[in-house]
């Protein structure tokens, strides 16, 4: 039986204080830590095979070891908390309730690249996760968890909230690095990436925040009890969050492999009100939808990459066969349209034009034509903007053309929707 | 004029940062706070204690949407709309809202109490249909739910 490590707490009374994250076992990791090198530590996180929770699923050993061993040089730790991928609601729930795992993650993962400072990047709209965190780098100061000499070392870390506020585009780690450094968050050219050129210049890792909540266990338990959950090639609990229609929606914790169809029948319970599903966003609005055919595929990285779509952050998104595709597709492009950053001209116009067409299909006002149109706005857009947002779109709107291309041609045709005859 | 304890929080903020510029975030948080939204004045001031041109801090409030660029009501009652709420029927939960307040999204009540908006998705999304008022999450809406939250804040 897989016993969750991350969310163990969560149910606990007062989850979020010190107190309660000893009582279980907290900070002994950091103990353990302190005793080991540096180089043994970033080993130690390569051998475990933990790849990031972000979405993008790079090994995080590998990221922490493109950080020049120059003890000289100032470097950062970057917490991204940024949390804003529609459907996605994991980290949020680490931060409120159990905030000492991060900060004690965060301060191991600081150790490991020889970084003095850490920002948590959170998004503006968390107040309560942001005052939890507060409250908890308060206590962990105290407890000389950080700030100087920590637990009689001579290793020295200074920890900061940094609040976003309401942009969508903070999640991409370049952005979120112009954003602390207090300007408009528009994303950077990579290379070089932010192992050598980060936050304020200096070499910065941006881990996030459930990557970074990992770290307490596998020192406490060794590479190999993490390498030994899940597939070979992405190892580890994993966090998924059930939403929509779905009569258990929430947050578990489960093997990284999970099956789709075990996460939303046997844990989530099965399809609202005796409907039928539909289909399936495996990972936050960005990855493209699955439906029926594809429920036996295990959620981890590889076998959704196999499947043209991605785990992303691991939010599964339910939908059943009374919600019009559509519709789907349009509110989730009327995100990307909303938040795109502005700085390059395919996704800032690409997106624009594409969100007008949709809205008049919706609107039972599309012409013929109109899914060509889309279909090259795709191909003009995709691999041509600066940052993932606008590929992000246009891979979530390909999913929904090769599944359910005739709802978009009956809405055109017909000026109604096909499944609840709208207009 | 900026109170003395929001001058001091701006000074403590000013240590968390190798830059001044970096301040400029947590500065506009202070502002709005102080001033209900995010005056000209006010970050004129945080300009001048920070020592750096005016033209940083205004490039940097309209690019963030929790920045209010105008007054809103009391209370500000946000409904997402995004994919989950939606499935779950966030349009409708608007609607109830909407008709109950008098007003529309966008829109503030003339006695300035409330005002309404929609948002993307808050991270909330296990728990949709969902709102946010001010600095707080209602999750799980129905009609009664809708209904009981706005009386107890009238
Ligand atoms: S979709 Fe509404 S909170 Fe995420």
């Given at each position: 039986m897989f016993e969750p490590?991350?969310?163990?707490?969560?149910?606990?009374?007062?989850?979020?204080?010190l107190s309660t994250y000893l009582g279980s076992g907290g900070y002994q990791g950091l103990k353990k830590a302190l005793d080991m090198t540096p180089d043994a530590l970033i080993q130690m996180v390569k051998d475990s095979g933990l790849r990031g929770r972000?979405?993008?699923?790079?090994s995080t050993g590998l990221k922490w070891s493109f950080?020049?061993?120059?003890?000289t040089l100032q470097k950062y730790l970057c917490c991204?908390?940024?949390?804003?991928?529609?459907?996605?609601?994991k980290d949020r729930a680490i931060m409120e309730y159990d905030p000492h795992q991060l900060i004690e993650g965060m301060a191991i993962a600081s150790y490991a690249i020889g970084a003095d400072t850490s920002y948590?990047?959170?998004?503006?709209?968390?107040a309560l996760a942001a005052d939890r965190l507060e409250d908890a780098i308060k206590e962990a100061y105290q407890k000389k968890y950080?700030?100087?000499?920590?637990?009689?070392?001579n290793f020295n870390h200074d920890m900061y909230v940094h609040r976003g506020a309401?942009?969508?585009?903070?999640?991409?780690e370049t952005a979120l690095l112009e954003s602390i450094e207090g300007r408009r968050a528009l994303p950077r050219i990579k290379p070089p990436f932010p192992a050598h050129?980060?936050?304020?210049g200096k070499p910065t890792v941006i881990n996030n925040v459930e990557t970074l909540a990992c770290i307490p266990h596998i020192v406490n338990r060794g590479a190999s009890w993490f390498a030994?959950?899940?597939?070979?090639k992405s190892p580890g609990p994993k966090l998924y969050g059930i939403s929509g229609s779905v009569n258990k929606p929430g947050l578990y914790e489960l093997p990284?492999?999970?099956?789709l169809r075990e996460i939303i029948y046997t844990h989530a319970g099965g399809?609202?009100?005796g409907k039928k599903l539909?289909?399936?966003?495996?990972?936050?609005?960005?990855a493209p939808m699955l439906t029926e055919k594809d429920l036996?595929?295990?959620?981890?990285f590889d076998s959704l990459a196999a499947k043209g779509t991605m785990l992303g952050s691991g939010a599964v998104i339910v939908i059943d066969d009374s919600m019009c595709i559509v519709k789907a597709a349009l509110i989730t492009h009327e995100f990307f349209h909303h938040e795109?950053?502005?700085?390059?001209t395919p996704c800032r116009e690409g997106l624009d034009w594409l969100v007008k067409v949709m809205r008049r299909i919706e609107h039972g006002?599309?012409?013929?034509g109109d899914i060509e149109l889309l279909e090259k706005l795709c191909v003009d857009i995709f691999g041509r903007t600066f940052c993932p947002l606008g590929d992000g779109a246009v891979m979530a709107l390909r999913g929904a053309f090769n599944n359910f291309r005739e709802e978009f041609d009956f809405h055109i045709k017909n000026k109604r929707c096909m499944v609840n005859g709208n207009r | 004029m900026l109170s003395e304890a929001a001058v001091n929080e701006i000074k403590e903020i000013r240590?968390?940062?190798?830059?001044?510029?970096?301040c400029i975030m947590p500065c506009l948080y202070v502002i709005q706070r102080e001033y209900g939204y995010i005056t000209e004045d006010g970050m004129r001031e945080i300009a001048k204690i920070l020592d750096i041109n005016p033209i940083l801090v205004f490039e940097v409030s309209t690019f963030?949407?929790?920045?209010?660029k105008k007054p809103v009501g009391k209370y500000h009652v946000q409904v997402c709309t995004n994919i989950s709420c939606s499935i779950l029927d966030g349009e409708h939960i608007l609607d109830v809202i909407s008709k109950k307040l008098g007003i529309k999204a966008k829109e503030t009540t003339p006695d300035k109490k409330f005002t309404l908006s929609t948002v993307e998705c808050l991270g909330s999304c296990g728990t949709a249909p969902m709102m946010q008022i001010n600095d707080k999450y209602y999750e799980n809406l129905n009609d009664a739910k809708v209904e009981e939250i706005l009386n107890s804040l009238r």
């Open positions: 490590v991350i969310l163990k707490n969560i149910n606990v009374a007062d989850s979020h204080k972000g979405g993008a699923g790079f950080i020049p061993k120059d003890a991204n908390a940024d949390e804003g991928e529609p459907g996605t609601f948590i990047y959170i998004r503006g709209e968390f950080l700030g100087k000499n920590i637990l009689g070392s309401g942009a969508y585009i903070c999640g991409e050129v980060g936050l304020f030994s959950i899940g597939p070979a990284m492999g999970t099956p399809i609202k009100d539909k289909a399936v966003i495996p990972g936050g609005v960005s036996d595929t295990p959620m981890d795109s950053c502005g700085k390059c006002q599309g012409k013929e | 240590k968390r940062y190798v830059t001044a510029r970096s963030y949407t929790m920045y209010n």
